[in-house]
């Protein structure tokens, strides 16, 4: 944004204006005064109320109610509190935009002066703290800020154009949810689907694009141990679950390396160990909770087959029977691997350029094995092609600082987390908006 209102005005003085250039700042001019006068005070309101997974019932009204005022057809309670608008405007492809609602069981510690205090009962009946530490409520706030401006220019694009609310993504269950309750059947099913996150550690006025696989497949894995509890004095009248555990979070460390080929990546962790009672009881059982992850079907399969054998067989060399054996449960919210459509990326590789400014325009590697479930509405898993982008969440004078030694950029899902609201939700709107009339151009005649 910064780049490119620069770039324009240098050309400005110089009597060089291009109509592209004009037409791409009154978009920015257009969306910068929507944000000033009302989803700024949206953003702050989404960000004091955050909700949890499958429980975004609040947030999804006021989706629906933004996009029913912007002229939206709207239905609600799609896959539980996901929400669908559509537009038709003549005849052309149909383009989906995603935005993912939901905030996290966090006590937000920021010092933000409109920092969340929410709480809310989860899915498991407990009381908990919520926060918006993944900046969910930024991608919500430029959906409502895309829908006026999409609404508001029909001239510019000739189609269908589908807007969701997706419950969900922290516990990778909401796009799989809103599929399998008719959202490619029950609405127009899009040619292209689009879906951004924005991201702390990119500067922000910058956009990232990574063709291809750019989210890994993500399994959640819970392994009980079971063994014999016993007097913490008198090992030999039980069988340790703990020791058993220990044994198997140490061979779990083999997989990846010794068992996926070294050129394709994989991840193993163990997140959670839980046990026992105190000093002197050993207990009769261990819970392990694991995220495994990988790029690939075939990589995903080795590594939860592998994680069984290892599982059952150091349970058996302790000498623990088959019916004794540990329980390997495969979490049925999981993900595939995502991947973004190599000709559409470049597509709206150059739009992004043209819009923004050729600085602006990054592409960042893959640093981890992050997960995204995205990947369902998406190439390989549907036949619909997509593109899902990184916008920068913080400002180049705060990531020069934390480079040189300064304070630290908080993590996504920690409890310090915070974007610049108004560079990132200018920019994710501004994006969505030029991408879509680069994929619904009307007729040239
Ligand atoms: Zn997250
Ligand atoms: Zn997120």
New binding site residues.
């Given amino acids: 944004m910064k780049h490119h209102l620069f770039a324009f005005s240098a050309l400005a003085l110089l009597g060089l204006t291009s109509p592209l250039l004009a037409q791409s700042n009154s978009l920015s001019e257009a969306i910068a005064t929507d944000y000033d006068n009302s989803l700024e005070a949206l953003f702050i309101d989404f960000h004091k109320n955050p909700e949890l997974s499958y429980k975004e019932t609040r947030t999804a009204s006021i989706i629906a109610r933004e996009w029913r005022a912007a002229g939206w057809t709207v239905t609600e309670k799609v896959g539980g509190t996901g929400v669908v608008a559509v537009m038709k405007n003549g005849e052309g492809p149909t383009v989906m935009l995603r935005a993912?609602m939901d905030g996290l069981p966090l006590l937000e510690d920021t010092d933000l002066d409109y920092k969340s205090t929410a709480k809310q009962i989860g899915l498991d009946g407990k009381e908990k703290n919520v926060m918006h530490a993944?900046?969910?409520d930024v991608?919500v706030t430029s959906l409502i800020g895309t829908a006026r401006q999409l609404a508001g220019s029909k001239g510019k694009w000739r189609g269908t154009v589908v807007l969701i609310g997706q419950p969900a993504?922290?516990t990778f269950g909401g796009a799989k949810a809103m599929l399998d309750d008719g959202l490619y059947s029950r609405f127009p099913k899009p040619d292209y689907a689009l879906g951004f996150?924005v991201i702390s550690g990119i500067p922000a006025g910058s956009l990232s694009l990574t063709p291809g696989i750019n989210t890994s497949s993500t399994d959640s894995v819970d392994i009980i141990i079971h063994g014999v509890g016993t007097h913490g004095a008198f090992p030999h009248a039980g069988k340790d679950p703990i020791v058993m555990g220990s044994q198997i979070v140490m061979a779990l460390q083999t997989l990846v390396s010794r068992e996926i080929a070294p050129l394709n990546p994989a991840v193993v962790s163990v997140g959670s160990f839980q046990s026992g009672f105190k000093h002197n009881i050993i207990p009769n059982k261990a819970v392990l909770q694991l995220t495994v992850r990988s790029d690939d079907a075939e990589t995903r399969k080795k590594l939860l087959d592998g994680i069984k054998r290892i599982s059952k067989n150091i349970a058996r060399a302790s000498g623990m029977p088959e019916d004794k054996l540990p329980e390997v449960n495969v979490a049925a919210e999981s993900t595939p691997a995502g991947y973004s459509d190599l000709a559409l990326t470049q597509r709206l590789n150059n739009v992004f350029t043209k819009q923004f400014g050729k600085e602006a325009i990054l592409s960042i590697p893959r640093t981890g094995m992050g997960g995204?479930d995205f990947a369902y509405f998406v190439a390989p898993n549907s036949d619909v092609p997509g593109l899902y982008f990184a916008i920068g969440g913080t400002s180049q004078a705060d990531l020069d600082r934390a480079q040189s030694g300064g304070p630290p950029i908080p993590a996504?899902h920690s409890p310090f987390f915070k974007v610049t609201p108004r560079e990132s939700i200018m920019m994710g709107t501004e994006a969505m908006t030029s991408a879509t009339w680069e994929l619904l151009q009307p007729p040239s005649d």
């Fill in positions: 993912d993944c900046g969910h991608h993504e922290e996150h995204e996504h």
